[in-house]
Nanobody, 121 residues
Framework: QVQLVESGGGLVQPGGSLRLSCVAS????????MGWDRQAPGKQRELVAT???????NYADSVKGRFTISRDNAKNTVYLQMNSLKPEDTAVYYC???????????????WGQGTQVTVSS
């Protein structure tokens, strides 16, 4: 099996910064794209950022210039550096990864359990 575990969420004041991490573990042969989604109360889940295995990135318009996604392929880890945080960034943040697992011998999408980010004064 494959597990994704996020960390780094918390309470931060507007204008502050947080860094989220997500580690993938288990029967992993290869990880392709990784990314972050978020879901605010009463709203649909939305894509925040993605990064390919070669490092190509994509961001939602709402976070461009403030958030940076990166990954460490040797550690099967994806990061989300969030700067200039706004109250509207408050949400549960979920990491995801497209993983080729040795157990299944195919590529599937996996999700973490989520980490709460609250931006409030």
């Amino acid at each position: 099996q494959v597990q994704l575990v996020e960390s780094g969420g918390g309470l931060v004041q507007p204008g502050g910064s947080l860094r989220l991490s997500c580690v993938a573990s288990g029967s992993i042969l290869s990880i392709y794209a990784m990314g972050w989604d978020r879901q605010a109360p009463g709203k649909q889940r939305e894509l925040v950022a993605t990064i390919t295995s070669s490092g190509r990135t994509n961001y939602a318009d709402s976070v461009k210039g403030r958030f940076t996604i990166s990954r460490d392929n040797a550690k099967n880890t994806v990061y989300l550096q969030m700067n200039s945080l706004k109250p509207e960034d408050t949400a549960v943040y979920y990491c995801n990864a497209d993983v080729w697992a040795t157990a299944t011998r195919r590529s599937d999408d996996y999700w973490g359990q989520g980490t709460q980010v609250t931006v409030s004064s």
